[in-house]
């Protein structure tokens, strides 16, 4: 199984980045997607995930800024990221879990300047 994380990137407050993490070896249609941060010196949190059915839900920080999407052609899922603040700045994590079941991508840096 591999999550294939990509996006990630340094950009100013109010900015805007798009991250994707694309998987294999597994059945993608059938895992909730997510997406997790880990800033220095924090626990990794939950951002943003959509499950099997397409149902969402959103870090309260994150509501109205971030999207979460699946393209379950591509077992893709993408997270866009809107209006960034300093506070955004982490490393990125794509998350895949179905049952007992659960994987984890290699991280992606985003840094939000003041």
Request: proline fraction near 2%.
């Amino acid at each position: 199984v591999q999550l294939q994380a990509s996006g990630g990137g340094l950009v100013q407050t109010g900015g805007s980045l798009r991250l994707s993490c694309t998987a294999s070896g597994i059945i993608f249609r059938f895992y909730a997607m997510g997406w997790y941060r880990q800033a220095p010196g924090k626990q990794r949190e939950l951002v943003a995930r959509i499950d099997s059915a397409g149902n969402r839900q959103y870090e309260d920080s994150v509501k109205g800024r971030f999207t979460i999407s699946r393209d379950n052609g591509d077992k893709t899922v993408y997270l866009q990221m809107n209006s960034l603040r300093p506070e955004d700045t982490a490393v990125y994590y794509c998350n895949s879990a179905s049952g007992r079941n659960m994987y984890w991508g290699q991280g992606t840096q985003v840094t939000v300047s003041s």
